[in-house]
């Protein structure tokens, strides 16, 4: 899958792009940012992991080339002492499209696509929607999947000690529970939606 995470990068650009050391020097620099030592879950596994969702569905989706860029784009920037990553990620991709030039409504809907990943609320747009639910779509994975999940964000939060970690995490935990609905569509609703919940009781009761 890495092979095809980059392949479908960059023949994404190549639509906008025939500067080939342009286009490697872009994968290059997201290949950096995912693969940064202090990143444990959301690193290129975690591109791979929405990109084989996203393919699935990719007859329910509208603008594909949005969606894409706005999964290469979301977490280029992620520092956990920080509250601004969605928002430098999607600065990042808007300075990137525009040296392409992209057209803008692209790069307006991607740049929207990745400040949704803040707060994962429902839209009028159905491909945010897919996008975002693809985000989460690990929360309904087998357990052993999403335990392994649970355990790389801890490490990412390691710099925290259990006394401050547990507590933040069981708000995020009660707060996907106190959610209508994790996913937003209904091909990740049916999906996922009970094994998500079910495991993510699991792992609250568990801290």
């Known amino acids: ?55 699935e569905i990719r007859d329910l989706i509208q603008e594909w080339d949005t969606v894409l860029f706005s999964l290469y784009y979301h977490d280029i920037v992620y520092n956990v002492l920080k509250t601004t990553n969605e928002e430098l990620s999607a600065e990042i991709a808007q300075k990137r499209l525009e040296a392409i030039s992209v057209p803008k409504q692209i790069i307006e809907n991607c740049y929207q696509q990745i400040i949704a990943t803040q707060k994962h609320i429902q839209g009028k747009n159905t491909d945010t929607n897919f996008f975002l639910d693809a985000d989460l779509s690990i929360l309904g994975s087998d357990w052993f999947s999403y335990e392994q999940y649970a355990q790389r964000v801890r490490k990412e939060y390691s710099i925290y000690p259990d006394l401050v970690y547990k507590p933040g995490r069981k708000k995020v935990l009660r707060h996907f529970l106190e959610m209508e609905r994790l996913f937003k569509t209904d091909a990740f609703f049916n999906k996922y939606e009970s094994k998500a919940r079910k495991n993510i009781q699991r792992e609250l009761e568990l801290l």
């Open 1 to 55: 899958m890495p092979l095809v995470l980059k392949e479908t990068f960059i023949a994404l650009l190549h639509q906008y792009t025939q500067n080939n050391n342009l286009v490697n020097s872009y994968w290059s620099e997201i290949e950096k940012a995912y693969m940064s030592k202090d990143r444990h879950y959301h690193t290129l596994a975690h591109l791979e992991n929405m990109l084989k969702e996203l393919i």
